[in-house]
């Protein structure tokens, strides 16, 4: 089979085609042929670090739609040509392949209605943004939710989520992107590049701050969001914690959440990890209810992955990159 292939630990720019056997679905398994995958930041930044149980070649990819092309043994609900999509393992050789393996319980049915493409735009940065907002935050229409980031891949979800809600939302995104994020939900807009976001925060909430914030960009800017919750309030972390030292203990009640979803394959917790399935299924019926939308930029072929990683590194792509695999 074709597949991006990893000889080491390296950037994307060193990545390169290759051939490589099928891979064989073991026990509790299932081989899915590989239509659709999309890109992540964890694609560039675990692929630079890379993990001691790979063994190379290797290859990445963890956001997979497909059908079910294989079933290894004692597997129940699933049959080959059932249409799938899921979050992956990063240990594990993933979905800029051909053909790819993964355990059956953490597969969901791909949403009716959305095509491969669009089902693969959804797992690391939908799951994310829906585990924040209704499995920690568990926001309600009276709160303020600021969303960091909001015309990401995390972000444009988010505010959507945020929107079935009906909390308020006040989006941290640039000019260029403004009305793009308002037509998907926010009900104000604060210009990162022209704005002082905390000045602007306690502006639009009368010097309260907000009830909880959704962050998918840096550690700095998580850090800064800290002095922008309202008392009692929360934070989701995607992309990182803050640095705690810079808030007073038991002086503001504030909540810190971890979104860490493909950990979930490494915690040993089979609870865990099903709950990957579980949010597929969930969130799978607000998308085939066109409740939310996955945003893409663009699609690529697995040929062009290493240079739309780059882009994404870049933090200058609108929604996901899918790359197109069939």
Same mark, same amino acid.
């Not at 092309?69 to 594990?92: C, I, K, P």
């Given at each position: ?155 444009? #979800?988010?505010?959507?989520?945020? =929107?079935? &809600?009906? *909390?308020? %939302?006040? +989006? !941290? ?5 403004? /009305? ?21 925060? #306690?502006?639009?909430?009368?010097? =309260?701050? &907000?009830? *909880?914030? %959704?962050? +998918? !960009? ?5 850090? /800064? ?33 971890? %979104? ?67």
């Amino acid at each position: 089979m074709q597949a991006l292939l990893l000889d080491h630990p390296g950037y994307p720019s060193e990545w390169r085609m290759g051939v490589l056997p099928v891979p064989e679905p073991g026990p509790g398994e299932l081989r899915v042929g590989v239509h659709a995958c999309g890109l992540n930041p964890a694609d560039y930044k675990i692929g630079e670090w890379g993990n001691p149980a790979w063994k190379y070649p290797f290859v990445m990819g963890l956001d997979v739609a497909g059908v079910v092309d294989a079933v290894g043994e004692n597997v129940s609900g699933w049959q080959v040509g059932d249409l799938v999509y899921y979050h992956g393992d990063f240990t594990r050789p993933g979905g800029f392949a051909e053909f790819t393996v993964i355990p059956s319980w953490v597969v969901a049915s791909m949403p009716e209605g959305l095509t491969f493409v669009e089902a693969a735009a959804v797992p690391c940065a939908g799951f994310a943004a829906y585990q924040a907002v209704f499995h920690k935050l568990h926001l309600r229409s009276s709160q303020t939710v600021l969303v960091q980031g909001a015309s990401g891949g995390v972000g444009t #979800f988010a505010v959507q989520l945020c =929107r079935q &809600v009906g *909390a308020k %939302i006040i +989006a !941290v995104t640039s000019q260029k992107n403004a /009305e793009f994020i308002r037509v998907l939900g926010a009900d104000d807009i604060i210009d990162y590049q022209t704005e002082n976001v905390h000045d602007r925060v #306690f502006e639009l909430t009368h010097k =309260r701050g &907000v009830d *909880a914030i %959704i962050n +998918a !960009v840096s550690q700095s800017t998580t850090t /800064e969001g800290l002095e922008m919750i309202a008392f009692g309030g929360q934070i989701a972390c995607v992309d990182s914690l803050p640095d705690l030292s810079k808030v007073r203990p038991f002086a503001r009640a504030l909540s810190i959440h971890e %979104i860490a979803l493909g950990v979930a394959h490494l915690s040993g917790d089979r609870q865990a990890q099903e709950e990957l399935a579980v949010i597929g299924r969930e969130l799978g019926n607000m998308l085939a209810a066109g409740q939310v939308k996955p945003i893409i930029s663009e699609i690529i072929s697995l040929e062009q992955v290493p240079q739309g990683l780059s882009r994404i590194a870049a933090r200058h792509v609108r929604g996901k990159i899918v790359a197109r695999l069939r």
